[in-house]
């Protein structure tokens, strides 16, 4: 049986990875500061997914990010899927050069549709995961897009409706309200719409200790959670949630540490 | 040892080369001809649609070059994805193709619509036994998969089963050839290892 997966999300930003709340961005420390305290070759056992996402405001450079791509998935084998200003074919074949085995792409769903169905033709609908992200004003689940500065006309439910149409691999939800808030996922006013979709399910926005990824994990049409908290999930925190997420009966996938694996 | 992972421009290289080396071993990649006919192994990677990736392995003119490095000098080839669903007869996916025909094997879209398309997270797979691919594998380990299309075959001996919604082919090896619908390369240390068990084949 398919089991649902835990993904660490990391946010980049001109050499910096950052913490997101309400999608202001602070920055927490560079490369170096990520490999001291989120060494990826030791604690890939415990997620099973990693999303690499440029959020950089101004001035992204897609060499230079695919560049930070590689450094920090060398010698990590599992799934990665990287994104943030994809505006061409060839911005997402970089990505996949550079060992992304999926790209993540937001604004383009709504400004290119004719992209999105040539990276579906060209490398298949399980290689576009389509991020979205929403705020609720006056009970209206609104739709942003430019790193969630720019409203769009069309309410959660109909773009969802849309996107789908778009035959892409999986859909990146993400609370703008709710993120980095560690408050949990806004489940509240997302159950009725998640159960109408076929796409694969991402989860993401809120979760601020083990409890919340179980409470994501444990509603049906939730396929994946997703965390970008680098300051809740330090050390072997992350390590531990996963043991906790599996004993509550929670289905993941069992993985044995990779130095087990005498090379 | 000569690793030769055949390139005809599809599917991530880069995490199977990175694989590869943190086993200690040397990979090209590559789609002349010699390279493929001298490999000693040959992986034939790939994401994207089986039209596509046929079209273009017969526009470099490799198909001949697999079937005579796996037919006539019996080297051990391993697909993987859409690498493994190539070796098979046939896909459904963007009309009719045939693929490499050098497993009994036919590719066609999940029938179960109840399930979720793609097929995409870690399943369990369910591997006979004295296999060569899953030496030192406890049984039922999780690997990633990532595809929407599904290989079936009449084959029971040397097939891994997954189930999505219905049971599908997981992998397969026969005699030299060998085929996984999952990504080694991405299934943490069980999938090094099975990438280790074929390399060292």
């Given at each position: ?28 420390g ?6 001291k ?23 992204r ?11 920090v ?5 599992i ?33 290119n ?5 040539s990276?579906v033709?060209n ?39 849309e ?6 691999g ?21 159950e009725?719409?998640l159960?109408k979709?076929t ?11 083990y ?22 999930f ?5 390590p ?10 929670v ?9 087990n694996?005498?090379? | 040892?000569?690793?030769?992972i ?32 001298n ?10 649609s ?5 079209d273009n392995?017969i ?5 001949k ?6 037919n ?11 690498g ?5 007869i ?21 029938i ?59 992998s ?30």
């Open positions: 049986m398919k089991k649902k997966r835990l993904i660490y999300t990391l946010l980049y930003n001109k050499g910096y990875f950052m913490l997101s709340r309400n999608f202001r961005l602070q920055k927490v560079d490369f170096k500061w990520l490999k305290h989120y060494n990826f070759e030791k604690i890939a056992s415990s997620i099973d997914e990693l999303i690499i996402l440029d959020v950089t405001r101004e001035g450079d897609i060499n230079e990010f695919s560049s930070v791509v590689k450094d998935i060398k010698n990590v084998f799934p990665v899927a990287c994104g943030g200003g994809i505006r061409t074919l060839d911005d997402a074949k970089l990505l996949l050069k550079s060992g992304a085995d999926k790209i993540v792409v937001n604004t383009t769903l709504h400004t549709k004719e992209l999105i169905n990276l033709k490398y298949g609908s399980q290689f576009v995961v389509g991020s979205i992200d929403f705020q609720i004003e006056n009970d209206v689940k609104n739709v942003y897009i430019n790193n969630g500065q720019l409203k769009i006309n069309q309410n959660l439910q109909d773009f969802l409706s996107v789908e149409k778009l035959s892409i999986e859909i990146y939800l993400n609370s703008i309200q709710k993120d980095g808030t560690g408050q949990g996922y806004d489940i509240k006013h997302l009725d719409t159960a979709i796409t694969p399910i991402i989860l993401a926005g809120g979760a601020g200790n409890l919340h990824l179980i409470e994501g994990l444990k509603i049906n049409s939730v396929d994946a959670v997703a965390t970008a908290n680098l300051f809740n330090l050390g072997d925190a992350l531990k949630s996963r043991i906790k997420i599996i004993n509550e009966k289905d993941l996938a069992v993985f044995s540490s990779i130095d694996l005498k090379v | 040892m000569k690793i030769t055949v390139d005809y421009g599809m599917g991530n290289i880069y995490s199977l080369q990175s694989a590869l080396k943190f086993l200690g071993y040397d990979s090209i990649c590559s789609n002349n001809s010699e390279d493929i006919i490999a000693d192994k040959i992986i034939l990677p790939g994401v994207g089986f039209k596509m990736a046929m392995i526009k470099l003119k490799i198909d070059s697999i079937k005579i490095a796996v006539e000098k019996k080297t051990p080839i391993l697909g993987i994805c859409l493994m669903q190539l070796l098979g046939s896909s459904t996916e963007d009309g009719f193709s045939n693929g490499l025909n050098l497993f009994e094997g036919e590719v066609n879209k999940f179960d619509q109840s399930v979720k398309i793609p097929h995409v997270g870690f399943n369990n797979v369910d591997y006979p036994d004295n296999s060569t691919l899953y030496k030192g594998i406890k049984k039922n380990s999780d690997f990633y998969f990532v595809h929407s299309y599904r290989m079936k075959t009449n084959k029971t001996n040397g097939v891994g089963h997954s189930s999505n919604g219905e049971n599908f082919v997981a397969f090896e026969q005699g030299n050839i060998f085929g996984t619908q999952f990504h080694p390369e991405k299934s943490q240390t069980n999938g090094l290892l099975l990438l280790k068990n074929f390399i060292t084949f």
